[in-house]
């Protein structure tokens, strides 16, 4: 007779139980052996061990999303161009999407000027940069043609520059100095990015609505739009890595950092329809034209058909340009400044003799230089310069190719594969800019006779190249030259100690930690003959 147990499956003894332990240890051994050899293999492969590993069907993407979690990504992206001789072919794996980083001199004279009809921003860069609607940074084509035209002849008249000098000149004397002062007087620390964002947020509000928001005081009151805007140009980094499909899903259901977006973009059009509102009834409420303002958005409203869409998208385009890209440049001017006292004399004593004769009729012992008295100063100008090309605002451009092409490095591109200009690393390549290329020498700028040497466009990428060459090249100038000699004429500016200033992952090059400083009075500034 058979008997049934109540177990049908054979009893485990202790050796039968060591034998499955041990042949399931080997297996994931053996399978771990394997993941280190094919890694080590795909490693050998590299032209630079510090670029992102390509993995089956993942491609680059699984290594480029983990790169952004570098402190120094700015820089890794700098040594992995430098070990690829300036340009790194991506793609992302079975999304299909390509990628082509460079900061070839030769390729982005290509990109940018002679082929430039085939490189625009495209569709894909405007969904990106959503948030900019249908501005020009954002246009193509016949819309980007017209409203560069009409931007450029309002930016170019005498009106304009007038505005745009009277304002750096009064926002430096009735709220910078004031503001430093108080600082200095207290003893107090501040963080002078934040204190430079919002002057230059201020100053760029005046040239496009006419009104100064008096983000710069004492009080130094919350700023939301400041806030919405950091917040979108951190999410824009991400859209330009994570496959387009999985960001629009995120956006749609208010996902992820794609909240932070929708909560920004919400504030930054409610900014923007209070000033676009305010600036109308001013209009009406004094019966001044339009047509006679100097601002441009009085200039845009004198269209008559200028819709409030158009107003709208207008206004932000400008106030990004204008108030992160120049208050971000002061930051890591001043930041440099810092580390290189030898640099800051040389400015003070070129601003010396501009000052004697300044001084006796200075208000509250502080002089303020006019746009004009500084035009003749070449030592500023060079050292701006010099920290334009080490910490450019705008750390990297966005191409798209409408039509296969062959760059001058040999690449080839097809068409709608994505290029990503990286201006950051290019003015940190000894090949571009020679063996000192990592040092803060405004020396490099002047010429023998002794007037500001000249570079190319394509070499010195701060305010693009070509066709859109930055319109607001001469009014961010002005407000650097004018905030940064009344600073360094009448304060002493000291980094805090043990403060660490590093570069934020963003479209835009704002200082992650901000720059904490200590300002003193120069109570007798030194001129050396």
């Not at 208010?254 to 930054?268: D, Y």
């Amino acid at each position: 007779m058979v008997e049934y147990t109540s177990n049908p499956f054979p009893r485990c003894t202790a050796s039968k139980l060591l034998h499955y332990t041990m042949d399931w240890f080997i297996g994931v051994l053996s399978l771990l052996c394997c993941f280190v050899l094919y890694y080590r293999h795909l490693q050998s492969k590299k032209t630079c061990k510090e670029e992102p590993t390509e993995w089956p069907l993942l491609g680059h993407l699984f290594g480029m999303i983990a790169d952004l979690r570098r402190p120094d990504y700015h820089d890794w992206a700098t040594v992995v161009l430098a070990g690829t001789r300036y340009n790194f072919p991506a793609h992302a794996g079975l999304t299909g999407v390509r990628f082509f980083v460079t900061c070839d001199p030769s390729n982005v004279r290509h990109i940018f000027t002679s082929n430039f009809l085939n490189y625009p921003k495209g569709e894909e860069f405007a969904q990106i940069f959503d948030v900019l609607g249908n501005g020009i940074f954002n246009a193509d084509g016949e819309s980007w043609q017209r409203q560069r035209a009409k931007s450029q002849l309002l930016m170019a008249g005498p009106r304009f520059r007038s505005l745009s000098a009277r304002c750096s000149r009064d926002k430096v004397e009735k709220s910078l100095l004031p503001f430093l002062s108080h600082a200095a007087d207290i003893g107090a620390q501040c963080d002078l990015h934040d204190v430079f964002l919002r002057l230059t947020f201020d100053m760029t509000c005046n040239l496009v609505f006419g009104v100064d928001p008096g983000c710069l005081q004492i009080g130094l009151p919350v700023v939301p739009f400041a806030r919405a805007m950091g917040d979108v140009l951190a999410t824009v980094v991400l859209r330009h890595i994570i496959p387009p499909a999985c960001w629009r899903l995120m956006y749609r259901y208010e996902l992820g950092p794609e909240k932070k977006m929708a909560v920004a973009r919400r504030t930054i059009d409610q900014f923007a329809a209070d000033m676009i509102a305010k600036r109308k009834s001013d209009h009406k409420l004094c019966g001044e034209s339009v047509s006679e303002s100097s601002d441009m958005l009085s200039s845009f409203i004198s269209n008559g058909d200028a819709s409030d869409e158009f107003l709208r998208d207008t206004a932000v385009n400008l106030l990004l340009a204008g108030r992160d890209t120049t208050g971000t440049a002061l930051s890591w001017f001043f930041y440099l400044l810092c580390k290189n006292p030898r640099v800051e004399q040389r400015i003070l004593d070129e601003l010396a003799p501009i000052a004697a004769t300044k001084m006796l009729a200075a208000a509250n012992d502080m002089v303020v230089f006019d746009v004009g008295e500084l035009s003749s100063i070449v030592y500023l100008h060079a050292a701006l310069c010099e920290c334009l090309r080490l910490y450019p605002p705008v750390p990297f451009q966005h191409k798209a190719a409408v039509a296969g092409d062959v760059l001058p490095s040999g690449h080839e591109m097809k068409a709608g594969d994505k290029i990503l200009i990286y201006y950051y690393s290019m003015g940190r390549m000894e090949g571009v800019w020679g063996k000192d290329c990592m040092e803060f020498r405004p020396e490099r700028w002047l010429a023998d006779d002794g007037k500001v040497r000249y570079e190319p466009s394509y070499k010195f990428m701060a305010f693009n190249a070509g066709p859109r060459t930055c319109l607001g090249k001469e009014v961010a100038f002005t407000q650097m030259k004018v905030v940064a000699a009344a600073m360094l004429w009448n304060f002493a500016v000291e980094a805090v100690p043990g403060h660490v200033v590093e570069p934020k992952l963003s479209i835009i090059l704002h200082m992650k930690n901000g720059l904490a400083v200590a300002v003193k009075r120069r109570n007798f500034p030194c001129v050396h003959g």
